[in-house]
């Protein structure tokens, strides 16, 4: 665990609040960026964050001191951003926030037709990640975004190492799968 973060977690768990507020501000940018990736949406995303330093903090105590903290808080946004999937599977999307995000896409760009495949390319990228199953996106995100090693995402998802790197592998894949008619039509 880094310098910081285990002088922090302890401080933190004799009751210094001030400690947790620096892991919050420490790890809130990059816990953010996943739970983005793992939703797509930043609502979502920021309920996801913010249910992880909640669990986080109530269970402190349980955190083992030998592991590394943010892969400990990976885990947790990992498991929350989950439950979030889950509840929006139940509950109808909402349209305004549908044309929002189309409108955003469209209000930007050099030409209408980098534009065009821009919006395409994420739409596609969009749909893929959301056929992988939970813990490939996530195994995903965790590798090709965030740069997280094999050992780190396996740590982060309760998995050993060669199911982690193999949940990566499928993801890859399936990505490149679902990708491949977009670069076959540009070249």
């Known amino acids: 665990m880094g310098g910081d973060d285990a002088a922090d977690v302890e401080?933190?768990?004799a009751g210094d609040r001030e400690a947790f507020r620096a892991l919050v501000e420490r790890h809130s940018h990059n816990l953010f960026r996943l739970?983005?990736?793992l939703t797509g949406s930043e609502s979502d995303a920021e309920d996801v964050v913010q249910e992880a330093f909640l669990k986080a903090y109530r269970n402190l105590e349980g955190f083992e001191s030998r592991a590394n903290f943010s892969t400990w808080l990976y885990r947790i946004a990992s498991n929350c951003a989950y439950d979030q999937?889950?509840?929006r599977a139940r509950r109808p999307e909402d349209p305004l926030e549908a044309d929002a995000e189309q409108s955003s896409l469209a209000a930007s760009g050099p030409s209408p037709d980098r534009l065009a495949l821009s919006a395409e390319v994420r739409r596609r990228a969009e749909r893929a990640l959301a056929r992988l199953t939970p813990a490939e996106r996530t195994a995903f995100v965790l590798r090709h975004h965030e740069?997280?090693?094999i050992a780190e995402i396996?740590?982060?998802l309760g998995l050993e190492t060669s199911a982690a790197k193999h949940s990566v592998?499928?993801?890859v894949k399936k990505?490149?799968?679902a990708l491949q008619p977009l670069a076959e039509?540009?070249?």
């Open 185 to 187: 039509g540009i070249s």
């Open 169 to 171: 592998f499928r993801a």
């Open 35 to 37: 739970a983005f990736r």
């Open 154 to 156: 396996g740590a982060a």
């Open 175 to 177: 990505m490149r799968e």
């Open 11 to 13: 401080r933190a768990r």
């Open 85 to 87: 999937l889950r509840s």
């Open 147 to 149: 740069g997280l090693s």
